[in-house]
């Protein structure tokens, strides 16, 4: 068996790394990758204003649609790793192009990422496995859904099948409300991502992620995490791309993500086998507790932002030989993921009027950050002509620290953010408030 102990790591070509996306995500997976020293730099493509401030990173500018030009600077660059960050690119195939081309990637084939990319497919491939999720029906008519929407006694989420950035989900009130999103989303609104509504049981409980590090045939799991998904305070308002995050979620005691293991990720992984699908990336598995049990609420292709960001920091240097095993089919079946013995959490600061219209462009200003196990990782950032930073999109920076508990971290977490100045910033002031003890005293 091929030996994977540090002294043959030194045999492992890992000096250039290139991370697509432009994302807090891909900018908390460089500052992971370049912690090793084997790793002498690691470029972004697009990335954003935030990327260059982190040891080592370089941005590049490359139109990755334009396949030529892509192979010419991966190969101009010596380019030992892909790490494919978005789940639009893995959709399109470019996991699967590179490898062809020869290239180490981490991130599944295109049929690996239908995992994400259909959420009907996904509903039959958990069917097919007996994988414990929500109950559904697939339609492709206004009249189908109507018909199942009347006959229906349960209250059900409407979805489109496609990918949506986030937005084809509605957790409608009443069957008016059901029947107007299966119309919209049917009539055009998400494109073809909505030739194919899916309806499903509404289920109840809190949500978890879970991410696993697949090489095709062995997985090795990340600390879970928990995610804000709501964009006010007490987890109300509308759904978001996620406001925060704390790892790991002490909901999952140890007995617990064994069942969801036996019940759920073991599972997943044999069907792709079965399946003869190759996946070599992380499988995210968004679940809900309920009281019957875990259920899958969605599969993922790619890490979760912000959840990212926040486990990020709790890894120690090998993660990217991870990656890199990963990638090669290499992983050992007793692979340990080395973590710190902290606990981290995550806030993010948006521009006003996210998840909707928001303006960007605005000057940000940072005072005095105690970088003491505290990170801000930009989600979306540019500079101006001068040099300013200036906001450039809806979530605009990531602020993460890790301590020994909850309560220190998100302490210096929102200490840090009082130092961040744009206009129109806003933050939901109690992320993390199911593990923070000192939470309810103060508020
Ligand atoms: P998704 O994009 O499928 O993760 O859905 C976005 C959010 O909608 C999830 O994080 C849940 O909060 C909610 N959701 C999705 N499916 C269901 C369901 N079957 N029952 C209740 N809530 C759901
Ligand atoms: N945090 C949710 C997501 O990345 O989809």
């Given at each position: 068996?091929?030996?994977?102990?540090?002294?043959?790591?030194?045999?492992?070509?890992?000096?250039?790394?290139?991370?697509?996306?432009?994302?807090?995500?891909?900018?908390?997976?460089?500052?992971?990758?370049?912690?090793?020293?084997?790793?002498?730099?690691?470029?972004?493509?697009?990335?954003?204003?935030?990327?260059?401030?982190?040891?080592?990173?370089?941005?590049?500018?490359?139109?990755?649609?334009?396949?030529?030009?892509?192979?010419?600077?991966?190969?101009?660059?010596?380019?030992?790793?892909?790490?494919?960050?978005?789940?639009?690119?893995?959709?399109?195939?470019?996991?699967?192009?590179?490898?062809?081309?020869?290239?180490?990637?981490?991130?599944?084939?295109?049929?690996?990422?239908?995992?994400?990319?259909?959420?009907?497919?996904?509903?039959?491939?958990?069917?097919?496995?007996?994988?414990?999720?929500?109950?559904?029906?697939?339609?492709?008519?206004?009249?189908?859904?109507?018909?199942?929407?009347?006959?229906?006694?349960?209250?059900?989420?409407?979805?489109?099948?496609?990918?949506a950035s986030g937005k084809g989900v509605f957790i409608p009130?009443?069957?008016?409300?059901?029947?107007?999103?299966?119309?919209?989303?049917?009539?055009?609104?998400?494109?073809?991502?909505?030739?194919?509504?899916?309806?499903?049981?509404?289920?109840?409980?809190?949500?978890?992620?879970?991410?696993?590090?697949?090489?095709?045939?062995?997985?090795?799991?990340?600390?879970?995490?928990?995610?804000?998904?709501?964009?006010?305070?007490?987890?109300?308002?509308?759904?978001?791309?996620?406001?925060?995050?704390?790892?790991?979620?002490?909901?999952?005691?140890?007995?617990?993500?064994?069942?969801?293991?036996?019940?759920?990720?073991?599972?997943t992984i044999s069907e792709l086998n079965k399946r003869n699908?190759?996946?070599?990336?992380?499988?995210?598995?968004?679940?809900?507790?309920?009281?019957?049990?875990?259920?899958?609420?969605?599969?993922?292709?790619?890490?979760?932002?912000?959840?990212?960001?926040?486990?990020?920091?709790?890894?120690?240097?090998?993660?990217?030989?991870?990656?890199?095993?990963?990638?090669?089919?290499?992983?050992?079946?007793?692979?340990?993921?080395?973590?710190?013995?902290?606990?981290?959490?995550?806030?993010?600061?948006?521009?006003?009027?996210?998840?909707?219209?928001?303006?960007?462009?605005?000057?940000?200003?940072?005072?005095?950050?105690?970088?003491?196990?505290?990170?801000?990782?930009?989600?979306?950032?540019?500079?101006?002509?001068?040099?300013?930073?200036?906001?450039?999109?809806?979530?605009?920076?990531?602020?993460?620290?890790?301590?020994?508990?909850?309560?220190?971290?998100?302490?210096?977490?929102?200490?840090?953010?009082?130092?961040?100045?744009?206009?129109?910033?806003?933050?939901?002031?109690?992320?993390?408030?199911?593990?923070?003890?000192?939470?309810?005293?103060?508020?």
């Amino acid at each position: 068996m091929e030996s994977h102990s540090p002294s043959s790591k030194s045999f492992i070509r890992l000096e250039n790394i290139f991370i697509i996306g432009n994302g807090g995500r891909e900018n908390s997976l460089a500052w992971a990758i370049q912690k090793n020293e084997l790793v002498k730099k690691v470029y972004l493509t697009p990335g954003n204003a935030g990327s260059e401030r982190i040891n080592k990173c370089e941005r590049i500018k490359i139109d990755i649609n334009n396949k030529n030009e892509l192979v010419e600077k991966l190969n101009f660059f010596k380019i030992d790793l892909v790490v494919i960050g978005p789940e639009i690119p893995l959709a399109n195939g470019l996991a699967d192009f590179l490898r062809k081309k020869k290239f180490k990637v981490f991130g599944p084939n295109k049929d690996g990422a239908k995992l994400e990319f259909s959420k009907s497919w996904a509903k039959e491939f958990m069917q097919d496995a007996n994988i414990p999720t929500a109950n559904f029906w697939k339609v492709d008519s206004l009249e189908e859904a109507k018909k199942i929407i009347n006959s229906s006694s349960i209250p059900m989420v409407v979805k489109a099948d496609g990918l949506a950035s986030g937005k084809g989900v509605f957790i409608p009130n009443s069957k008016d409300e059901c029947f107007e999103a299966a119309e919209s989303i049917l009539n055009g609104r998400f494109g073809n991502s909505g030739n194919i509504v899916v309806l499903e049981e509404k289920i109840q409980g809190p949500e978890v992620s879970v991410f696993a590090l697949c090489d095709g045939k062995r997985y090795t799991l990340l600390p879970t995490a928990q995610d804000h998904k709501r964009l006010k305070e007490k987890d109300k308002g509308p759904n978001t791309g996620g406001m925060g995050a704390y790892s790991p979620a002490p909901l999952l005691t140890e007995d617990y993500l064994n069942r969801i293991i036996k019940e759920i990720i073991e599972p997943t992984i044999s069907e792709l086998n079965k399946r003869n699908i190759d996946y070599r990336g992380v499988i995210y598995f968004g679940l809900m507790i309920t009281e019957s049990g875990p259920k899958v609420i969605e599969y993922n292709c790619r890490f979760g932002d912000p959840e990212c960001q926040t486990i990020m920091p709790l890894l120690d240097q090998n993660f990217v030989f991870l990656l890199e095993k990963c990638a090669m089919g290499n992983l050992t079946s007793d692979e340990k993921i080395y973590t710190s013995d902290k606990v981290s959490g995550c806030v993010i600061a948006t521009s006003k009027g996210y998840p909707f219209e928001y303006e960007t462009g605005f000057q940000i200003n940072i005072g005095k950050i105690d970088s003491n196990d505290c990170q801000i990782f930009d989600s979306g950032t540019s500079f101006s002509e001068n040099g300013e930073l200036l906001t450039n999109g809806g979530r605009v920076l990531s602020v993460v620290c890790q301590d020994k508990d909850f309560d220190l971290v998100f302490e210096k977490a929102y200490k840090n953010l009082k130092e961040i100045h744009f206009e129109g910033i806003y933050f939901r002031n109690d992320i993390g408030y199911q593990v923070r003890k000192n939470f309810s005293k103060e508020n």
